[in-house]
């Protein structure tokens, strides 16, 4: 507790990035509340078991470039997706 790993997130994110650049990938789905991978809530990083509205790191990076992003949450959405897609 009290280590910044922001960097090790934004390495992961930015790998993320370009496996899905590189292999031509359109959706994504990720863990809702990772701080890395949640799409509308994260943990608060106070490791207290707290959520708050938000997106995490690789989310971010995905999204900002193209990448459709979904969580367990909302599996219906993708599965749309992919059917009309």
């Not at 789905?29 to 207290?48: A, D, H, M, V, W």
């Not at 909302?74 to 897609?85: K, M, P, R």
């Amino acid at each position: 507790m009290g280590h910044d790993v922001t960097h090790a997130f934004e390495q992961g994110a930015n790998q993320a990035l370009l496996l899905c650049q590189k292999h031509n990938i359109r959706y994504a789905l990720l863990k809702e509340s990772s701080p890395s991978c949640g799409s509308s809530s994260i943990y608060n990083g106070q490791f207290n078991q707290q959520k708050i509205a938000g997106q995490g790191i690789t989310t971010t990076i995905l999204r900002a470039n193209g990448i459709k992003v979904f969580s367990e949450k909302n599996l219906a959405e993708l599965i749309s997706e992919l059917t009309l897609g």
